[in-house]
């Protein structure tokens, strides 16, 4: 495997810590979704957010990959119909933050003033394997479970710009 490099980097390197993943084995569609409803919430927030969905009190949005997704009353919160609690995503995700976290407060940044600038999910290789069968035929077996192959985080803290350089990002979350 070649060396894994973020897809974007912040400005400001000083001011902002990132997080990776690789190959974890775990549902692609669920962790796209749930890392696409923690995106642009502030650290403190995402975690609570997702420490609620494994209990379910609160509810992931599938807007993109909602095929057979049920319709849940939750979701009108995010202004929705479809959604779930993806339990397994949760908690990577969960243990991701909490390295980032880690990181920020390494680095010397305030962890209370961190906000989730950017998160990207990849979709990895299938494990491939054979089954073998009657006659000396064999059969493909493929994992149905998907892989994250990279899941990449940057955080800003709260400023007139975020750390790539949008503002609207940073103003969104300045009360």
Not at 57 to 63: A, D, Q
Not at 87 to 95: D, G, H, V
Not at 97 to 104: G, H, Q, V
């Amino acid at each position: 495997m070649g060396k894994i490099h973020y897809s974007k980097q912040p400005e400001n390197s000083t001011k902002s810590c990132k997080a990776r993943g690789s190959d974890l084995r775990v549902h692609f569609k669920n962790t796209h979704e749930t890392a696409q409803a923690i995106k642009h919430m502030p650290l403190k927030r995402a975690i609570r957010f997702l420490e609620n969905v494994k209990e379910k009190k609160e509810i992931v949005p599938f807007r993109k990959f909602n095929h057979r997704v049920g319709r849940k009353a939750q979701t009108k919160a995010w202004g929705h119909t479809q959604g779930r609690w993806p339990k397994k995503s949760a908690e990577f995700l969960l243990q991701l933050l909490r390295n980032a976290e880690s990181n920020a407060e390494y680095k010397g940044l305030d962890t209370d003033h961190l906000v989730i600038e950017h998160i990207q999910v990849q979709r990895a290789p299938k494990v491939r394997r054979r089954t073998y069968r009657a006659h000396g035929r064999i059969n493909l077996w493929n994992s149905v479970d998907m892989f994250i192959k990279n899941l990449k985080m940057a955080f800003g803290s709260y400023g007139n710009k975020g750390i790539f350089g949008s503002s609207w990002t940073a103003i969104r979350f300045q009360k």
